[in-house]
T-cell receptor, first 111, second 111 residues
Framework: TQLLEQSPQFLSIQEGENLTVYCNSS?????LQWYRQEPGEGPVLLVT?????EVKKLKRLTFQFGDARKDSSLHITAAQPGDTGLYLC???????????FGPGTSLSVIP | DSGVTQTPKHLITATGQRVTLRCSPR?????VYWYQQSLDQGLQFLIQ???????AKGNILERFSAQQFPDLHSELNLSSLELGDSALYFC??????????FGEGSRLTVL
């Protein structure tokens, strides 16, 4: 059983459209991170959310941490081809020093 | 450039062989994580070291081993290689803030 689930698994949209991807779990976390990975490269941190209900904005990207700190969403406004990549959520298991990643959402933005 | 260096970038070898992947963390980072990424398994946590000591272990096969040296570089040893071991292997280092900085990965192909 995956600790983290992400949906959708794949998403292909036209440039200029809006989209939301989700990261869900049955566990509660003290914090959650979102990373973006481009082909042939390692993941790069986008944001860390810590407080239940927290909303963070990074240009056209809006991240929200669920009130119960079990889930998170990433909303992209007016997607651009440069947003193409694999979006991964990650959490640190509280009892251990593991950082566990979700399976990711592969986003393709078509010009 | 994340500051994390991984070598080699590409490696092609045969089943049954043994390889060593090397990782140099960012200057000042004491913690090193190893991940395996394959198409069907996503980014899987293997093992984590902190200042030379093993801190956390994931689903790392017994054929795999790792260590972190006094100069903080780390090596991941993969032995008795099987076709299914073909994957991207990532190393990441982290400062106390908890952000993971990934290297560019080592792509292993087992023929």
């Amino acid at each position: 059983t995956q600790l983290l689930e992400q949906s959708p698994q794949f998403l292909s949209i036209q440039e200029g459209e809006n989209l939301t991807v989700y990261c869900n779990s049955s566990s509660v976390f003290s914090s959650l991170q979102w990373y973006r990975q481009e082909p042939g490269e390692g993941p790069v941190l986008l944001v860390t959310v810590v407080t239940g209900g927290e909303v963070k904005k990074l240009k056209r990207l809006t991240f929200q941490f669920g009130d119960a700190r079990k889930d998170s969403s990433l909303h992209i406004t007016a997607a651009q081809p440069g947003d193409t990549g694999l979006y991964l959520c990650a959490v640190r298991e509280t009892s251990y020093d593991k950082v566990i990643f979700g399976p990711g959402t592969s986003l393709s933005v078509i010009p | 450039d994340s500051g994390v260096t991984q070598t080699p970038k590409h490696l092609i070898t045969a089943t049954g062989q043994r390889v060593t992947l090397r990782c140099s963390p960012r200057s000042g980072d004491l913690s090193v994580y190893w991940y395996q990424q394959s198409l069907d398994q996503g980014l899987q946590f293997l093992i984590q070291y902190y200042n030379g000591e093993e801190r956390a272990k994931g689903n790392i096969l017994e054929r795999f081993s790792a260590q972190q040296f006094p100069d903080l570089h780390s090596e991941l040893n993969l032995s008795s290689l099987e076709l299914g071991d073909s994957a991207l292997y990532f190393c990441a280092s982290t400062p106390p803030s908890g952000e993971l900085f990934f290297g560019e990965g080592s792509r292993l192909t087992v023929l």
